[in-house]
């Protein structure tokens, strides 16, 4: 699922005059029937360098992610931030330009805390930074 990273099959137009690296104007996105999701997006060619991924603001262009403002751990690729003294925690993959949620596979019946399969950790290559944070499903409900 995150490796791929949601790389567009087209050439990109433009080059970003901030950063000198290749992009998708407005224009071009429109052309090859972008989802409404990536043009909803800042292109980058017209506006700019885009946030790092490892990032709050790079966060918070994913839907549903205004109340984690805590940045917890990242590696460019996985992510876990969470809301700054609550216990709502959420893990992500970056998918192409925005972060998805990585759901968790169950609950510890022990502790009432998400939990995660040790074979799906490993088919995904969650990295040991992220892992350290995580709990293995053991006695899942």
């Given at each position: 699922?995150?490796?791929?990273?949601?790389?567009?099959?087209?050439?990109?137009?433009?080059?970003?005059?901030?950063?000198?690296?290749?992009?998708?104007?407005?224009?071009?996105?429109?052309?090859?029937?972008?989802?409404?999701?990536?043009?909803?997006?800042?292109?980058w060619c017209d506006?700019?360098?885009?946030?790092?991924?490892?990032?709050?603001?790079?966060?918070?262009?994913?839907?549903?992610?205004?109340?984690?403002?805590?940045?917890?751990?990242?590696?460019?690729?996985?992510?876990?931030?969470?809301?700054?003294?609550?216990?709502?925690?959420?893990?992500?993959?970056?998918?192409?330009?925005?972060?998805?949620?990585?759901?968790?596979?169950?609950?510890?019946?022990?502790?009432?805390?998400?939990?995660?399969?040790?074979?799906?950790?490993?088919?995904?290559?969650?990295?040991?930074?992220?892992?350290?944070?995580?709990?293995?499903?053991?006695?899942?409900?």
């Amino acid at each position: 699922m995150h490796r791929d990273h949601g790389r567009v099959g087209f050439a990109a137009d433009s080059v970003n005059p901030t950063t000198g690296t290749a992009c998708y104007s407005t224009d071009r996105l429109q052309q090859i029937g972008a989802p409404a999701g990536v043009r909803a997006l800042p292109p980058w060619c017209d506006r700019g360098q885009p946030p790092e991924p490892c990032s709050i603001d790079a966060l918070h262009r994913t839907a549903g992610t205004g109340d984690l403002d805590t940045l917890i751990w990242c590696d460019g690729l996985w992510m876990r931030a969470g809301q700054w003294q609550t216990d709502n925690v959420r893990n992500f993959y970056l998918g192409g330009y925005l972060w998805r949620d990585f759901p968790a596979d169950g609950t510890s019946e022990a502790t009432g805390y998400p939990c995660y399969t040790q074979g799906r950790l490993d088919r995904e290559d969650v990295p040991a930074g992220l892992r350290a944070y995580l709990m293995v499903c053991e006695d899942a409900r």
